[in-house]
């Protein structure tokens, strides 16, 4: 809960501090061109210090009303959410190093190879298999077929 | 004139044609369950191969293509929570949770028959506008545009939720969006607005990234977090008889359905608003239609009409935009722009002969749109209840292929590792946003009503000056605007007494 809090905290400072930055840009602006930033900058920022103060007090459970969206999963050990939590924004961060290292066609099957079989504990076979179907659909559709300009990885560019 | 609709679908049975439509309802099928390869990019793509068709069956194939990469988009939408394209994105919130409710097939089953239902009104809305739009698009200049996009923001207040806590949480996300939508080159002056010197930004942060990171990527994290299928370890009863469920819901809800395809059409017609406005209005409305606080807190955890509202409306707009295309060769969206280059390809000019000399041409369009989502919807029924089957499938299986096209999906945009870079950031808002409590929905509405928003109404200013505020229609549209902010509140005080009473 405390964690949850804190997280309010952050993006309640967040916005707060993005508005204020959308308002002192505008300064060095035309009337024209700062006229819509000014307009939204103003109620963001007094919302974003409201919603601030509110999260700092934690008045929140009796009249949180109801966000029209989903929430994540619930009654899951804390821990452990926390661990798989980290470790998927640590393969997403990954698989965007992989492509700006190795590129779109060799970065895709790598990924689903490394995916399956170091976080999903997969078969040889079935990760074999799933990255071959990757490769193929990397290969097939979006270079071949669709003519996708992907761009070189880097450690391509040191050949040149 | 009745002779020449009946000739437009006899035009569009002929063989060649019809194998001609078949093949563009094939490609738009896949182009539409990939996500970010949006209709426009394949409209572009297959322009060339329409050289040596006639403009009949050119038509079929483009047209047979595009009218089914919505309603195939909203596939990916339910089934893996990642937008198959930008107008399926409100599809999500519902159809998802539906999903990992067990309720894919009914999720699908309303998602394809309402997007059906949307069709044949736009389509039929096409067929009975084109005599008569002239006045109506004439009668919306860039006030009328602007009071629009008001009126589509006032929706932010139906998509916060209850509560004044969330309503609170409802118009920050709204004003963010709004902001972020200002990002580029500012249209009046040319000067850069938050572009950071990136020669990337200055046209604007691309809405594909944007809708694919904020709405993928706490999916994924979601399922990885429980570490099961999508569907997870609920009882699987629903799963594979529940197409026909959806189906039942369209028709239990009909007037909702044929109310968002009205406002589909309606959005469709107007230039420049286009499918991502129709899908977010549509959802507004479908969250107005909840009759009680406790239903209303239902959307967003699974409420099938939060399917079929967008669903209609982003199908419906097809048939919408078609009509001040053929029309008047003013195009609603990049899609009709591109449409209109395969007019000039075929050597025809959009305009007062599309209603006397090629009339048979523009009902083919008509029936094409309308045949080519009779054909996809019958075809994905039958495959439904197996493609509801997906969301078993072990989150280590399907993880890695979500992220790959949610990826592939973002970069194929712009072409460009920025949009990575977009994804990124937005996946990781979008997460911050679902653990706080944040609704997603007043950000995109934002974000895509922005631009539309402040480009007319410098246009309104320019033009007519104060005078704009005393318009007719702008007034209409003013009262309608307070109308919808203040539903919600009236709703709640109305229902207040009568729970109380209970």
Known sequence: ?160 | MFDAFIQGLFVVLQWHTFVFMLVGIFLGFWVGLLPGLGGSTTLALMLPFIYRMTPVEAFAFLLGMHAVVSTTGDITSVLFGVPGEGTTAATILDGHAMAKRGEAGRALGAALMSSLVGALVGAFGLALAVPVVRPLVLTFGAPELFMLAVVGIAFISSLSGGGGRSLLRGFLAGLLGLLFALVGQDPQAGVQRFTFGQLYLWGGLDLVPVLVGLFAVPEIVDLAMRGSSIAGELPQGNLGRGAWEGVKDTFRHFGLTIRCSLVGTFIGIMPGLGGGVAQWIAYGHSVQSARTPAEREGFGKGDVRGVLGPGAANNSKEGGALIPTVAFGVPGSSSMAILLGAFFLQGITPGPDMLDKYLTLTFSMVWTIAIANIVTVAVSLFVLNQLAKLTLVRGSILIPFILFLAFIGSYTSNNHLGDLVVFLLFGALGYLMIRCGWPRAPLVLGFVLGRIAENNFYISMTRYGNAWLFRPVVLILMVLTVVVILYPFLQLRKRIPVEESV
Do not use: C, Q
């Open chain 1, 1 to 160: 809960m405390k964690n949850v809090v804190n997280l309010r905290v952050a993006i309640a400072l967040g916005t707060a501090a993005l508005a204020a930055y959308a308002l002192v840009a505008s300064l060095d602006w035309p009337f024209r061109t700062a006229l819509f930033p000014r307009v939204l900058g103003v109620p963001l920022l007094l919302l974003a210090i409201l919603e601030l103060i509110l999260s700092l007090m934690s008045v929140d459970t009796g009249r949180a009303g109801h966000a029209v969206d989903f929430a994540m999963t619930e009654g899951l050990d804390p821990e452990v959410a926390r661990n798989r939590t980290v470790a998927i924004f640590l393969w997403i961060l990954g698989f965007f190093i992989l492509i700006l290292v190795f590129g779109f066609t060799l970065a895709v099957p790598l990924f689903v190879f490394l995916y399956m079989k170091f976080a999903g504990d997969e078969g040889w076979a079935l990760s074999l298999i799933l990255t071959a179907v990757a490769w193929l659909t990397m290969e097939g559709l979006f270079n071949r077929l669709l003519h996708i300009p992907f761009a070189d990885g880097w450690i391509f560019s040191l050949w040149r």
